[in-house]
């Protein structure tokens, strides 16, 4: 399984560093730049995997969830930090986050995280990557989870 699991991360990490890399600060977010949003796309499990890998003790990366501390304490993706999408705080907890950072946001489905992405935007943020099917899709890509 680990082996299987270092190979996926690996050939996503491949795939990553062939594609162009755009600087965050070129296209402001929400402009479409060659087909997608430069600094605001979704991505998949295994390509957030690799991404987590790649940037591991990068300052200017954060892995960040927006479900509840309870389910935060079920398990998270490596290194995460919580933010619950649903306190009454939220927004003002992403306002205090340095705009200049990239971030991976995921939740349980893909729902919340993709409500929270409407914030990011509205605040000026410049680079949020979206993690598609959250930790439902992060299980069953056979990932593992951190308590």
Not at 117 to 142: I, K, P, Q, Y
Request: glycine residues 8%.
């Amino acid at each position: 399984m680990l082996l299987w699991l270092a190979a996926l991360c690996v050939a996503a990490y491949s795939v990553q560093a062939m594609l162009p890399r755009i600087a965050p600060d070129t296209v402001r977010a929400g402009q479409q730049t060659a087909g997608q949003a430069t600094g605001w796309r979704d991505v998949p499990p295994q390509e957030a995997a690799a991404i987590m890998e790649q940037r591991r003790g990068d300052d200017a990366f954060m892995v960040l969830d927006v479900r509840t501390p309870g389910e935060f304490s079920e398990g998270h993706l490596q290194g995460a930090r919580n933010i619950d999408f649903t306190s009454p705080e939220f927004r003002d907890r992403v306002r205090s986050l340095n705009r200049n950072r990239t971030y991976l946001v995921y939740c349980r489905s893909g729902n919340r995280s993709g409500k929270a992405l409407e914030v990011f935007r509205e605040l000026g943020f410049a680079s949020v990557l979206h993690m598609d099917g959250g930790t439902l899709a992060w299980n069953a890509a056979g990932l593992p989870l951190e308590k």
